[in-house]
Nanobody
């Protein structure tokens, strides 16, 4: 069992940066690939970024590539999402998730956090 708690969301202006954190419980954090997803009002939850177990592999949605960076610190059981050059269309609830496989589809992820709101004003 893995419990995930996100933090770091907030209200920012377009062009600003935010760093989200996701703290995981348990002693097996390094055995999980970690992903970030987001859900805007009235839309499906969508993939944002993922990082492999040791951090050597990453993948991103096209909409955030070059602006967002995912990283992890296995010693701290924490995964991060650095978001730069934020746009109003990045406004959503952001969720972190854990999976045994390194992928980008929701069904691959077994554990989810409660989400943190990111609002970007124009």
């Amino acid at each position: 069992q893995v419990q995930l708690v996100e933090s770091g969301g907030g209200l920012v202006q377009a062009g600003d940066s935010l760093r989200l954190s996701c703290a995981a419980s348990g002693r097996t954090f390094s055995s999980y690939a970690m992903g970030w997803f987001r859900q805007a009002p009235g839309k499906e939850r969508e993939f944002v970024a993922a990082i492999s177990w040791g951090g050597g592999g990453t993948m991103y949605a096209d909409s955030v590539k070059g602006r967002f960076t995912v990283s992890r610190d296995n010693a701290k059981n924490t995964v991060y999402l650095q978001m730069n050059s934020l746009k109003p269309e990045d406004t959503a609830v952001y969720y972190c998730a854990a999976a045994r496989v390194f992928g980008r589809t929701r069904n691959e992820y077994n554990y989810w956090g409660q989400g943190t709101q990111v609002t970007v004003s124009s």
